[in-house]
C-alpha cells in the first residue's frame, strides 16, 4: 500500500510539474478573463458613400432616447477618418499623451520601479489609445485580457481589446449581441463578473468630437471630387476638328489623331482640315474648391487641436506660440483624463486580480518634459544651493566625472 501511495504522490507530482510548465510556456497565465467580444455576433462592415444629409439622419437616430442607435454614426465616423488632416490633427493630439512618461506610487508617495514595469507594456499602451479614442468617438469599452507573468516574473495583462462599438448600447449600459437586438435584451456589463474585466471611458451621451469634425470633413471630400470632375472638364484644352471631307474613313482618321495626341502633339489629317485648340477661360477653380478644402481644414483643427497653427503654417511667431499654449492646454487635459481613469477605475480592479498595486497612483513625470533651458535653470539653481550626486549627471549626460574643479574662475573667459 506504500508503494502504491507513493507511487500514486509521485504521479501528482509529475502531473503539477507538467501543468507549470505548461503554463510558464503559455505565458503563465494566471487568471482567465471573461471575454465580452466572444458574446457578441459581428458583421463586416458595409462601405456606404456618406454626406450631410445621412449625418443629420444618423444624429437624430444616436439621440433618440428609447432605443438609441449609433451604428450608422460610426459608419460615417469611419469614413471621416479617412481624411489625412483630420487623422493627422488627432494623432498629433494623441500622440503628446503616448509619449509622455508616467511614474507609480506606492502608499508613501515614493517611486515604485517595480510596479511601475506591470505599465511598461504594449497592454498599457494600447489601453491609453482606446482611452484616448473616447474623446472623438464619444466612449470606449476596454476588455481586459488574460492576467499573465512574463519571463521576468511580471504580472501583465495579454493584451487589451476595444469591445465593438456598434455593439455597446453606452445609454443603458449593456452589449448587443446583434446589432439590431433591443437595448432592453442586452446584457448588462457594469455590474457583476463582466464588470470586473472591462473598462469603460467616456460619458454615457457623449457622441465624441467627430460629430462636429464629421459635415466639414464629408463636405471637403466631394469637393475635392467635384474638382477632379473640373479638371477632366476645364483642365485641358479643348481640341476641335473642322473638315470639309465627306469621307467615313478620313473622319476615323482625324479622330483617331485627335484622341492620340498627347505632349508632342502632332498629327497627319487629310486636305481641308483645320485644327483648333482652344484654352479653357474659367479661372475661377482656386476661390470655388479650394478656399472651402482650406475652410474644412480650419474647421477640423479647430474641432481637435482648439487652434491652427501647430498643424498649419501661421503667419508669426508671436502667434504660433499662442497657438502652442492653447494645444498644450489640450493635452493637458487629455492627461488629467488618462490619470483619473487608471486611478479611479483600472487600478482597482488590477487590485482586485491579485496585482501588487495596493495603495499605488499613477502620475505623469512632468519633470521629463522640461525644456533643454528649464532643464539647464533647473540645475543651475540646485547647485547654487545644494550638493548633488555626480552621479545624477554621469547617467544623465553619459559623462565621466573625475572630480570637483577647485578654482574656475575665468575658466569661460
Known amino acids: 500500500m506504500a508503494r502504491k501511495k507513493n507511487a500514486e504522490e509521485l504521479v501528482t507530482i509529475e502531473s503539477l510539474k507538467l501543468a507549470a510548465q505548461k503554463n510558464n510556456a503559455n505565458g503563465g497565465n494566471a487568471r482567465k478573463r471573461q471575454s465580452l467580444i466572444a458574446l457578441l455576433e459581428q458583421?463586416?462592415?458595409?462601405?456606404?458613400?456618406?454626406?450631410?444629409?445621412?449625418?443629420?439622419?444618423?444624429?437624430?437616430?444616436?439621440?433618440?432616447?428609447?432605443?438609441?442607435?449609433?451604428?450608422?454614426?460610426?459608419?460615417?465616423?469611419?469614413?471621416?477618418?479617412?481624411?489625412?488632416?483630420?487623422?493627422?490633427?488627432?494623432?498629433?493630439?494623441?500622440?503628446?499623451?503616448?509619449l509622455k512618461s508616467f511614474i507609480i506610487k506606492d502608499a508613501n508617495d515614493k517611486e515604485n520601479e517595480e510596479a511601475k514595469k506591470i505599465f511598461e507594456s504594449q497592454w498599457f499602451y494600447d489601453f491609453m489609445l482606446h482611452a484616448l479614442d473616447s474623446r472623438y468617438w464619444g466612449h470606449s469599452l476596454i476588455q481586459l485580457g488574460d492576467i499573465i507573468t512574463d519571463t521576468n516574473g511580471v504580472m501583465r495583462f495579454s493584451e487589451v481589446e476595444l469591445v465593438p462599438r456598434k455593439n455597446v448600447v453606452p445609454e443603458f449600459g449593456v452589449l448587443l449581441r446583434e446589432q439590431g437586438d433591443d437595448p432592453k435584451n442586452g446584457i448588462d456589463y457594469r455590474t457583476g463578473r463582466l464588470s470586473d474585466w472591462c473598462v469603460e471611458v467616456g460619458s454615457k451621451n457623449d457622441l465624441g468630437l467627430l460629430l462636429k469634425c464629421a459635415p466639414h470633413a464629408l463636405s471637403k471630400k466631394n469637393m475635392i471630387a467635384y474638382w477632379d470632375v473640373f479638371g477632366e472638364i476645364f483642365g485641358m484644352p479643348l481640341r476641335i476638328g473642322k473638315t470639309t471631307s465627306q469621307n467615313p474613313s478620313d473622319r476615323r482618321q482625324i479622330e483617331a489623331m485627335l484622341a492620340d495626341m498627347g505632349a508632342a502633339a502632332w498629327g497627319l489629317f487629310p486636305d481641308g482640315?483645320?485644327?483648333?485648340?482652344?484654352?479653357?477661360?474659367?479661372?475661377?477653380?482656386?476661390?470655388?474648391?479650394?478656399q472651402r478644402v482650406n475652410l474644412a481644414n480650419s474647421e477640423i483643427s479647430k474641432g481637435i487641436l482648439n487652434q491652427t497653427m501647430t498643424i498649419d503654417s501661421g503667419s508669426s511667431l508671436s502667434q504660433s506660440q499662442t497657438?502652442?499654449?492653447?494645444?498644450?492646454?489640450?493635452?493637458?487635459?487629455?492627461?488629467?483624463?488618462?490619470?483619473?481613469?487608471?486611478?479611479?477605475?483600472?487600478?482597482?480592479?488590477?487590485?482586485?486580480?491579485?496585482?501588487?498595486?495596493?495603495?499605488?497612483?499613477?502620475?505623469?513625470?512632468?519633470?521629463?518634459?522640461?525644456?533643454?533651458?528649464?532643464?539647464r535653470e533647473l540645475e543651475r539653481v540646485l547647485l547654487q544651493y545644494y550638493d548633488i550626486d555626480p552621479e545624477y549627471f554621469k547617467s544623465k549626460y553619459k559623462i565621466d566625472i573625475l572630480g570637483k574643479r577647485e578654482d574656475t574662475s575665468g575658466f569661460f573667459e
Request: with cysteine.
Open 43 to 98: 458583421k463586416t462592415q458595409s462601405l456606404t458613400k456618406q454626406d450631410v444629409g445621412r449625418w443629420r439622419a444618423a444624429h437624430q437616430q444616436a439621440v433618440n432616447v428609447e432605443n438609441p442607435r449609433r451604428g450608422t454614426l460610426y459608419d460615417i465616423y469611419t469614413d471621416t477618418l479617412i481624411d489625412l488632416h483630420l487623422s493627422g490633427c488627432i494623432s498629433q493630439r494623441m500622440g503628446k499623451t503616448l
Open 273 to 290: 482640315t483645320d485644327i483648333e485648340i482652344k484654352e479653357s477661360t474659367r479661372g475661377d477653380a482656386y476661390n470655388v474648391y479650394l
Open 323 to 375: 497657438h502652442l499654449e492653447v494645444f498644450e492646454n489640450v493635452c493637458a487635459a487629455d492627461h488629467k483624463l488618462i490619470q483619473y481613469i487608471v486611478n479611479d477605475r483600472l487600478l482597482p480592479k488590477m487590485v482586485k486580480h491579485g496585482f501588487p498595486l495596493q495603495g499605488c497612483t499613477f502620475e505623469w513625470d512632468n519633470a521629463a518634459t522640461y525644456t533643454p533651458e528649464q532643464q
